[in-house]
């Protein structure tokens, strides 16, 4: 079992940046991915980025958003930069388990592959 925790969601203007903190906590071995996922009102969750064990980072937004991690704290990092309003949303953290990593540069995006989820961080970007 895993536990995830947000931290660092807030409110910010246009422009401006945000860096996301995902905890993660239990069994180590029920994960080797991270990913970011946001939600916005009346609209589907959606993949931001992921992160393998290895570090392997995989983001939709290359340059504005960036995923990081720091394994000896078990935590996950988002650095937002340059955001605008539509960025608003809930951001969640989920990790899930990766058998083998053929594919995994497609498989990223797929929601189906994180099976814990944090309670998520509220991002607001007014313009």
């Known amino acids: 079992q895993v536990e995830l925790v947000e931290s660092g969601g807030g409110s910010v203007q246009a422009g401006g940046s945000l860096r996301l903190s995902c905890a993660a906590s239990?069994?180590?071995?029920?994960?080797?991915?991270m990913a970011w996922v946001r939600q916005a009102p009346g609209e589907d969750r959606e993949m931001v980025a992921s992160?393998?064990?290895?570090?392997t980072p995989y983001s939709t937004d290359w340059g504005r958003f960036t995923i990081s991690q720091d394994t000896t704290k078990r935590t996950t990092y988002l650095q937002m930069t340059r955001l605008k309003p539509e960025d608003t949303a809930m951001y969640y953290c989920?990790?899930?388990?990766?058998?083998?990593?053929?594919?995994?540069?497609?498989?990223?995006?797929?929601?189906?592959?994180?099976?814990?989820w944090g309670q998520g961080t509220q991002v607001t970007v007014s313009s």
């Open positions: 239990g069994t180590t071995t029920d994960y080797n991915v």
């Open positions: 992160i393998t064990e290895y570090g």
């Open positions: 989920a990790a899930g388990r990766q058998a083998n990593w053929l594919g995994y540069g497609v498989r990223w995006r797929n929601l189906q592959e994180y099976n814990f």
